[in-house]
């Protein structure tokens, strides 16, 4: 993919600071692989981190993050990132999967991350799929989740057909904290963390559309080609419920942290690529 060579003079009618002023709604970055992406990702959650050593995290599980989190255990083992006083809340978690189930999303997050850090247990919130009574199980999510201030900045992958949590095609843009029925191509998704596709849950607790809007900063990734298609309607298309994604569009601060292979579809590559590049010069001359 050809990004370097269509903007390289910068406009002399715009200072840098307004570059970086546009650039600061929906930024899109684009690396070269996954190791790249999941280095950048992992440099902004650390960049929060240091600011605010009570920053309030929202989680996400899949295969997307894992390099995210890899990294971010190197740099509390190598860099003293300190997560002690950190709290986090996650996506999403499967319906009446027990949380120590393998392929739980507790599982997940205790292998791939808690047990790596030093995040305090009590501050960790992962959806209960258990709970006897979801709905108010729910309730109580939502309710935690603005006692503790609001979510700092919230991670996202992306699903094949363009949902972030669970908020599966045709979920209300409005959404809170619930239980969603997954859709086929989802169950056969998440078919390849279990034995067999029988095994998969059809139904998981999930933060609402409306719940990750409310996040002060979204930070969305995407690796492999697999998913452009997903990115490139969450990005360029429509604001729509039959994409959940894009409501990206909607929201003040969201950093896309895309692979080559994820921005493939996107038509404006080079000028995003052009942005990031400008808005890089004035945070560095800002100091920021
Ligand atoms: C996970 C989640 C999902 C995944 C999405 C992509 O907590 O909420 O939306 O982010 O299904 O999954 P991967 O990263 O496995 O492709």
């Known amino acids: 993919m050809e990004l370097d060579s269509s903007f390289d003079i910068p406009p002399s009618s715009i200072p840098y600071y307004r570059v970086a002023e546009f650039a600061s709604n929906l930024r899109v970055i ?41 990294e971010l255990i190197r740099m509390h083992e190598t860099e003293n990132l300190d997560f002690s006083g950190i709290r986090t809340f996650n996506l999403d978690e499967y319906y009446r999967l027990r949380p120590d189930h393998p392929e739980s999303y507790h599982s997940f997050m205790s292998k791939n991350l808690f047990e790596k850090i030093n995040v305090k247990p009590e501050n960790v919130s992962i959806p209960d799929g258990m709970a006897t009574d979801i709905g108010l199980f729910c309730e109580n999510y939502e309710k935690r989740i603005k006692d503790a201030g609001g979510i700092d900045i919230q991670l996202l992958g992306i699903g094949r057909d363009g949902h972030i949590g669970f908020n599966e095609p045709g979920s209300s843009l409005g959404s809170r904290t619930r239980l969603k029925t997954l859709t086929e191509e989802t169950i056969r998704d998440n078919a390849r963390f279990f034995d067999n596709e029988g095994e998969v849950p059809h139904f998981a607790v999930t933060m609402g559309v409306g719940t990750i809007l409310g ?22 298309g429509p604001v729509s419920a039959q994409v959940t994604a894009s409501v990206l569009q909607l929201h003040p601060n969201v950093f896309v942290v895309l692979d080559e292979e994820a921005a493939s579809m996107l038509s404006r590559s080079a000028y995003y690529v052009y942005v990031e590049r400008m808005a890089e010069k004035f945070e560095a001359e800002a100091g920021t």
């Open 30 to 70: 684009i690396e070269k692989d996954y190791a790249a992406m999941s280095r950048r990702a992992a440099g902004i959650i650390a960049k929060e981190i240091r600011s605010k050593p009570n920053a309030v995290l929202g989680l996400a599980t899949g295969s997307t993050p894992l390099g995210v989190y890899q």
């Open 215 to 236: 996040a002060k900063k979204l930070l969305m990734l995407a690796s492999g080609s697999n998913k452009a298609r997903a990115v490139r309607d969450a990005i360029e």
